[in-house]
């Protein structure tokens, strides 16, 4: 019988972690009791429908120990009569040596109020990203002998150090993952069959075919300019300055109008690289938008652009999500052959693909799809095929549940 698990994430809710909620709605609804785990409150202000729809209970942990010191207090009191405390503190001090940062301390801490607050309640736990939700489940794991489980996505496979995951993937029952290229290099450091790929997928009843006529704008008026739609966060590996250094160089007698959608870290730095490149009257920043808004985006838009890119620590997208929501909505999209991008894109087929970095091929991408409103609607529509034949997130949701132990 389903039983109830712990669903460990770094932050609970946040817009650009739809595929999470998408999966734990998908999840409950075939039966799976779950208990949602943030190591973080949310920092913003909006929610998606997805977010409204979950019934899951939130617990948030201490987000820093020193914020909720009586509480972290009691769970070590209590947690040091559990029969694996030993065995965790050992475990924990062996990567302190490794890893000497108080984050390591700070994992240490919310396992133990994990382990004393929730792990009684479950039946076992299951960590979204392979870095820090992994840490502090596995260490409550070996506190309470509770078996875990993990989801592996992007920057968590690839900035995390080997030693790192081949510890925690001998440690956890098994791994999926949501691209080829992450499962082949998490497979190679565990035991054969613990690791999984199961692609997210895109819910296709909240994202409807798109519309069936766009308007054939070919940058030739400038009264009614072609629009660039990018969603992504203003973060290194997504490669917004590559973009807006391309668009720069675009002929000076074409008429675009970039959209961007997306918070983050990076957006001043570029505000003020738009300005100097001369672009400010053609960017509209619209900055974190609900997923009613993104959706209508996508449908007022005429071409999608993600420009993404290795980032100096390693950190890099995986299959990006908006790929297959823009191409549910008949867009073309412009963007790198990154990680698990070529997994989707097939170039010239369903969008152009560039090498990342390389702004002259970036912009002779987009020239060219500007330029031709009927290539831009060939490319959608195979796009759009594609997602609604291969990408659904249907056969990923029923492979976990059945991991779960939900039998359809």
């Not at 260490?139 to 080997?162: E, V």
């Not at 290194?236 to 959209?259: I, N, Y």
Request: with cysteine.
């Amino acid at each position: 019988m389903p039983h109830r698990v712990a669903f460990v994430l770094k932050g609970y809710p946040r817009l650009s972690e739809t595929f999470i909620a998408q999966e734990i709605l998908g999840l409950e609804r075939r039966g799976l009791d779950i208990v949602i785990v943030s190591l973080r409150h949310p920092t913003e202000g909006e929610r998606h429908p997805v977010h409204r729809a979950i019934k899951a209970p939130i617990v948030y942990l201490p987000e820093y120990l020193a914020h909720e010191p009586r509480r972290v207090l009691r769970a070590w009191w209590a947690a040091r009569r559990l029969a694996g405390y030993g065995v965790a503190w050992r475990a924990w001090l062996c990567d302190l040596v490794r890893d000497p940062t108080p984050n390591r301390v700070r994992r240490f801490g919310q396992a133990l109020v994990l382990a004393v607050e929730v792990a009684p309640n479950v039946a076992s736990l299951h960590a979204h990203f392979l870095h820090t939700p992994a840490s502090v489940t596995r260490y409550a794991a070996l506190l309470t002998g509770l078996p875990w489980t993990c989801s592996a996505h992007a920057k968590d496979i690839w900035t995390t150090p080997d030693w790192e995951k081949r510890e925690k993937l001998a440690a956890c029952r098994w791994l999926v993952t949501c691209t080829q290229g992450g499962a082949d290099h998490l497979a190679a450091l565990a035991e054969r069959g613990r690791v999984e790929l199961v692609y997210h997928g895109l819910d296709l009843e909240r994202f409807a075919p798109g519309p069936a006529h766009r308007r054939r704008r070919d940058g030739g008026n400038p009264g009614d300019p072609v629009v660039i739609l990018c969603v992504g966060r203003a973060v290194p590996k997504k490669g917004l300055e590559d973009l807006l250094d391309a668009l720069a160089l675009l002929p000076a007698g074409l008429a675009w109008r970039l959209v961007h959608i997306g918070g983050g870290p990076l957006m001043p730095a570029l505000r003020r690289r738009a300005e100097r490149l001369g672009l400010v009257d053609r960017i509209t920043w619209r900055g974190a938008r609900a997923q009613d808004d993104v959706i209508a985006a996508y449908r007022e838009a005429d071409l999608f652009a993600l420009t993404v890119r290795i980032a100096e620590d390693g950190d890099r997208d995986g299959l990006p999500n908006v790929l297959l929501e823009a191409q549910s909505q008949g867009l073309a999209v412009v963007s790198t052959a990154v990680s698990a991008v070529p997994e989707f894109v097939t170039d010239e087929v369903n969008g152009v693909l560039v090498t990342e970095r390389d702004r002259s091929a970036i912009a002779g991408a987009l020239a060219r799809l500007i330029q031709k409103p009927d290539l831009r609607e060939r490319m959608g529509r195979a796009g759009e095929a594609r997602v609604r034949r291969h990408f659904g997130m249907d056969a990923g949701l029923a492979r976990l549940a059945a991991k779960f132990g939900i039998v359809a």
